[in-house]
C-alpha cells in the first residue's frame, strides 16, 4: 500500500517538471517573430529573446490597434519579459524599428516580416 503511493507521487512530480519550456516564449531574429499564436487566457507576461545580429522591439497592439505593451530595445543575445494584462481578442505583436542603413536604404522591420497576430481566447 505504501509503495503504491510513493509510485503515484513519482508520477505527479514527474508532471509537474516534465516541461521546461516557457509557453509565452518569443523568438526575434531578421526578421521574424516566432512563438505562441493563441492562448486560453491571459499569460500575463511574453518573454522574448533576441537571436539575430539587429536590436528590436516587442510592442503588443490591441485590435484597434493600441499598444498595450512595449519593451525598450532588446539588444542581441538579450532576453527581456514583458508584464501584458490581455483580455479575450486579437492582438499583433510586432518589432516597430525603422532604421537607416550606411547605403541610406530605410529598413522597417514591421514591413521585413517581424509581425505576429496572437488570440487570447478567455
Ligand atoms: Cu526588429
Known sequence: MRFRFLAVLALLVGACT???SDPSQY???EFYIDGP???VEDPNSLTAS???QFAHTIIVTNGDGVVVAATDLIQ?????TLDVDLTEG???ITCRIVAEKDDGRIVDHFQEGMSLTVEVSG
Not at 76 to 80: K, L, V, W
Request: charged share 15%.
Open 18 to 20: 516534465g516541461t521546461t
Open 27 to 29: 523568438d526575434l531574429g
Open 37 to 39: 499564436t493563441g492562448f
Open 50 to 52: 533576441n537571436s539575430g
Open 76 to 80: 542581441p543575445g538579450e532576453t527581456t
Open 90 to 92: 486579437k492582438y499583433q
